[in-house]
Structures are given as structure tokens and as C-alpha cells.
């Protein structure tokens, strides 16, 4: 089992997991201009089942998920590593990397309400503000005067982005209400492995076999986004969410689309609008006031990250 690291690695070992999932949609854009989006999620899956095998079983942490921990494994497998990521995936299609980062970043404005309505958590007013700032900064970026409305593959891109953010805030739903059994690090395999093997069957039914030109980029572009983008940064986030706050570790996680939004620019030369670091600022703003405890003396209680709590050993982007 892995031990609470000091502070100062821990915070070290979450800028990794920031910076990795960051990179992780320019990745993604890049396979994608060459490789169908389910193929790509397929292939990027199959390496990370891979090499989570292979390190689980150096760890002696390979087990078979106990029975009531099977629904965790569907849930995660179903709603993240298959709707999320394919939805992720065809949407970066046709919209630039940085922005879809922001999109899918969205994710727990959706969770607050959903917390409140099937878990039954209360809506504070700092949790509605939140969410209506952060609602907001999703209008800023689709105003007339920053969005081409007559863009349909853009318009319908960034659909499928959004949409995949609820899928992903379903599955934190579920995840939080889950009792577990094993750790969360322990069942990933087990979510990757259903997923490859759902997205396979999909890709096939509905691209064929792939036909792929290997090239060295996108070879390592494969390589990074299943063992750097997923099983380094699940491992790492498992690590720091047992040494740091929730909360830290929530509002930290907002670093991701900023870092995202950045490299995008360099690698591809995206225009960073005004509008859109507006928009930004306004849906992580909301986030962030959505995500603080109601009192500073709480700050340390994992129950207090109502946004993304124990997301962070579930996400992959």
C-alpha cells in the first residue's frame, strides 16, 4: 500500500498529474486528425489495461474486484473511460484542444445540482452562486460575438464535449455514493479492461478495422495518453488524494484546463481570446466558489469538496 507522502511531494506529485492531464487534450487532438475518435480511445485504453497489469502486479495490489465493488467498475468504465473519452474524442474533431479543455471542465457545475437532487446534499447559496457564475462563463463563450453560430461541426463539437461532461459528472455521482470495498487504484484495470473491450466492439461495428499509418508521433502520442495521461496519473492522483486535503486537491484540479488552454496556443498556435479567458475565469470561479467549504475551520474534511472529492481517482483527462 502506498504511504501519505509529506506535503511538499505530494504538491510536487499533483503538478505532475495537473501537467499530464493538461497536455492530455492536445495529445488527443493530435491522434485524432490521424486515427477515427473510437479507435483512438480504443488503442489508448488497450495500453493503459496493459500497463496497469503489469504494474499492479510488481505492486501485488492485481486482485479480482469483490462483489460489491462491480458496480463501481461498470459505472467508471461505462460512464468515463467509454461515454466520456469517445464524446471527448469525436468532439476534438472540430473544436481547438484549449477550449475543449475548458468544456469538459465543466463537469462540476453539473455534479452540484446532481448532488442536491439524487443525493440529497444541500444547495447552499455559495454553491448556487457558484453555479450560476460558472453557467455564466458557459454563455460568454458562446456568444454571438466569440462563437460562429453558422459552424455547425464547431456547434456540434463542443455539444459533445458538454455532453460528455455530464457523463462524467453521472459517474462522480455514483462514484461518491458508492461504499468501497477496494482501493480505487485497485479496480482501474478492471475499468480499462471493460472499456477496451466495449469501445473495441463499438470501433469495429461502426469504423471497421482500423487502418493506421504508424508514425513515431503517434506512436508516443499513444504511449503518453494510456500510460502517462492514465495509469502515471491515476497512480499519482490515488497517491495525493491520501496526503492532501479534498479540497486542495479540488480546486488544484482547476489548474488542468488553464494548462491545457496554454499548450494549445504553443503546440497549435490557438488564438487565446479575451471572451474566451473570461469565460474561464468565470466557470472556474464558479467552481471554485461552489467547491469551498462553508467554514474555514472544515477546510481539511474530504466531505467538504462537494465538486470533485474523490473525482480525482477517476479521472483520465
Not at 113 to 133: D, I
Request: one cysteine or more; a positive charge.
Amino acid at each position: 500500500m502506498d504511504h501519505a507522502l509529506s506535503r511538499r511531494a505530494a504538491l510536487m506529485l499533483f503538478a505532475v498529474v495537473v501537467f499530464a492531464w493538461g497536455l492530455n487534450w492536445s495529445v488527443t487532438k493530435v491522434i485524432v486528425q490521424s486515427v477515427t475518435p473510437l479507435w483512438t480511445t480504443t488503442i489508448r485504453s488497450a495500453v493503459a489495461t496493459v500497463a496497469l497489469a503489469v504494474l499492479l502486479a510488481a505492486r501485488r495490489q492485481l486482485i479480482l474486484p469483490p462483489r460489491r465493488d462491480m458496480p463501481v467498475v461498470v459505472a467508471i468504465a461505462m460512464l468515463h473511460m467509454v461515454a466520456f473519452s469517445a464524446l471527448v474524442a469525436f468532439g476534438l474533431q472540430f473544436v481547438p484542444a484549449g477550449r475543449s479543455a475548458v468544456l469538459g471542465y465543466t463537469t462540476p457545475l453539473w455534479v452540484v445540482p446532481g448532488a442536491w437532487l439524487f443525493l440529497r446534499e444541500p444547495m447552499s447559496r455559495m454553491r448556487l452562486a457558484g453555479v450560476g457564475l460558472g453557467l455564466a462563463g458557459i454563455a460568454v463563450m458562446f456568444n454571438p460575438l466569440a462563437f460562429d453560430w453558422s459552424d455547425h461541426k464547431a456547434f456540434i463539437g463542443s455539444g459533445l464535449i458538454l455532453l460528455a461532461a455530464l457523463f462524467w459528472a453521472a459517474n462522480i455521482l455514483y462514484v461518491r455514493s458508492h461504499k468501497w470495498i477496494a482501493t480505487p487504484f485497485q479496480l482501474t484495470f478492471w475499468q480499462t479492461l471493460l472499456a477496451t473491450f466495449v469501445l473495441g466492439a463499438m470501433a469495429l461495428a461502426v469504423d471497421g478495422p482500423p487502418h493506421i499509418e504508424w508514425t513515431p508521433r503517434l506512436v508516443a502520442g499513444f504511449l503518453y495518453g494510456g500510460i502517462i495521461g492514465t495509469v502515471l496519473a491515476y497512480w499519482a492522483m490515488a497517491t495525493v488524494n491520501r496526503s492532501l486535503p479534498a479540497v486542495t486537491t479540488s480546486l488544484g484540479i482547476l489548474a488542468t484546463p488553464v494548462v491545457g488552454l496554454a499548450n494549445s496556443a504553443i503546440a497549435f498556435g490557438e488564438p487565446i481570446t479575451a471572451s474566451l479567458v473570461c469565460a474561464m475565469a468565470m466557470i472556474l470561479g464558479g467552481i471554485a466558489i461552489g467547491t469551498l467549504p462553508a467554514g474555514s475551520g472544515r477546510a481539511d474534511r474530504k466531505s467538504d469538496a462537494p465538486a470533485l472529492g474523490k473525482a480525482g481517482e477517476v479521472m483520465a483527462e
